[in-house]
């Protein structure tokens, strides 16, 4: 009894031993060679984008037993995010998140995403950024030298200016407003009777400091971490269109990857994103407070003028349509629908 006993415990002790073992051996085997990896972003470290950089980065080397190393970089210091893209298709910065707005040039299906009022809710962003349709606009920058690797949150972008309260579409007419470098934008706001002018984000505040631009456009958040409520009285809710960043690779580096290393930068990069959508929901939903804190003035655009500004807007579909392709447009009409059914 006591001999069977003894061996039991010596088999149990030696197939916990051999658990133990394998279970260590993957990490063991994992093919990981130090690296370090340039992640640049436009916001600044205080931004949601900055705090979701840091849990990406924590990730990656926690997950290489500190192997891989991630400096993220904001504030554009490594350029904006146009600059940025072309840094990454010639292998000279290894990854970045900006605007999908920005990418049209490189993927023109991205243009997608910029259309006004198509997206109503988080619930909608996420079942299409997420599903076939994200996924194939995602998967058509690998041609263009870039790996996507998820899509993050930006948010439901919202005007703002120096000039006057928006309370009717005619309010915007004369005023200088910043938009993105995107004709979709620039269209949008053009035919809404602003002054548009597209520019990068990093010449923003001082742009509006100086009153180069007397408005622009972007979510509470950023209207937040970038302090534009120094420089800007009024806020008008017009929610006019669901922006979403986008995590990118250079596939010239990508391709010198290791599977494993491959994996530990594809899992980071999701663990970020629902950190990165919560934190930003998070942040929203106290936005309009903080920022009356702050000093500004919000105002709602009335029923009324906010159905003439979505009329007015979505016309630019069919230029969308024509240029990322009836195919795709339709197809993700149809992704929506099936999300809305849901
Ligand atoms: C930050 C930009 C920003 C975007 C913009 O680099 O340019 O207005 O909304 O978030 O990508």
């Not at 970045?96 to 809710?121: H, R, Y």
């Not at 949150?153 to 009717?168: D, M, Q, Y």
């Not at 809404?192 to 505040?205: C, D, R, T, Y």
């Not at 939903?285 to 009329?311: C, F, H, S, T, Y």
Request: charged share 25%; glycine share 8%; net charge positive.
């Amino acid at each position: 009894m006591k001999t069977s006993t003894t061996l039991i415990r010596r088999a149990v002790l030696a197939l916990a031993g051999a658990a133990v073992f394998s279970a260590a051996l993957p990490a063991l085997a994992q093919d990981i060679k130090p690296r370090l990896i340039r992640f640049g972003y436009g916001l600044n470290e205080q931004s949601n984008q900055g705090r979701a950089a840091k849990v990406f980065a924590e990730a990656v080397e926690k997950a290489s037993g500190g192997k891989m190393k991630v400096r993220a970089i904001g504030a554009a210091a490594l350029g904006p995010d146009t600059q940025m893209q072309q840094s990454l298709i010639g292998g000279a910065q290894e990854m970045m998140v900006g605007s999908t707005a920005t990418l049209v040039g490189i993927t023109k299906e991205m243009a997608l995403w910029d259309a006004p009022f198509l997206i109503s809710n988080t619930k909608e962003a996420d079942a299409m950024l997420d599903g076939p349709v994200g996924d194939k606009i995602r998967n058509k920058l690998q041609d263009k030298g870039l790996v996507g690797l998820v899509y993050w949150e930006n948010g439901f972008r919202n005007l703002t200016n120096s000039k006057r309260a928006i309370n009717k579409v005619e309010d915007l007419e004369g005023i200088k407003l910043r938009v993105m470098q995107n004709n979709v934008y620039l269209n949008s706001f053009k035919t809404l009777g602003a002054n548009a002018v597209p520019m990068a984000f990093s010449e923003l505040f001082s742009a509006l400091e100086t009153n180069t631009v007397d408005g622009q456009e972007n979510p509470f958040n950023t209207i937040l971490s970038s302090k534009f409520y120094e420089v800007q009285k009024y806020v008008t809710v017009t929610n006019h269109v669901y922006a979403p960043w986008i995590v990118l690779v250079s596939k010239k580096w990508w391709d010198q990857l290791s599977k494993d290393e491959q994996k530990i930068l594809s899992d980071a990069a999701k663990l970020s994103r629902d950190f990165e959508r919560k934190d930003t929901r998070d942040e929203a939903a106290k936005a309009v407070a903080d920022l009356k804190a702050k000093g500004m003035q919000i105002n709602e655009l009335p029923p009324a003028e906010a159905a003439r500004m979505r009329d007015k807007l979505t016309r630019v579909y069919a230029t969308i349509g024509a240029d990322i392709g009836m195919d795709l447009w339709n197809e993700a009409q149809a992704e929506l629908a099936k999300i809305r059914g849901k």
